[in-house]
């Protein structure tokens, strides 16, 4: 998801949680980052899109609501059973002790 663009940068002086500090070195370590400052902007970018799509589906769902009511719980109790009985499972042993079939 990481894309260029020419905008302007500006020094940010920040707090971090040590454990994200030191995930930023091994990322730019493993070279999985050019940098810390890249990492942070990376990180901060998808931020600002998660927070975009949360207000988008708040809209939606606002006009949703608007036009047919208030989604009931037991709409959304109805709607996450259907996707589960849907749900491939791509790992582990659906049978098994971590599975469908446990006791």
């Known amino acids: 998801m ?3 663009r020419m905008t302007v940068k500006r020094r940010l ?3 971090v949680d040590a454990d994200l500090v030191e995930a930023s070195h091994a990322a730019v370590e493993a070279g999985r980052a050019e940098s810390i ?3 942070v902007n990376d990180a901060l970018r998808l931020k600002v899109e998660h927070d975009r ?3 988008a589906l708040d809209e939606f769902i606002a006009g949703y609501e608007a036009e047919y009511g ?3 719980e ?3 109790a109805e709607a996450a059973r259907r996707a589960r ?3 491939i499972v791509v790992r582990g042993d659906p049978g098994g002790a971590h599975g469908r079939g446990a006791a």
Do not use: G, K, V
Request: hydrophobic residues 35%; aromatic residues 14%; without cysteine.
């Open 37 to 39: 400052s890249a990492w």
């Open 13 to 15: 002086s920040a707090t």
């Open 74 to 76: 037991d709409e959304m």
């Open 53 to 55: 799509r949360l207000r």
């Open 85 to 87: 009985e849907r749900a």
């Open 2 to 4: 990481y894309y260029h």
């Open 70 to 72: 208030e989604i009931t």
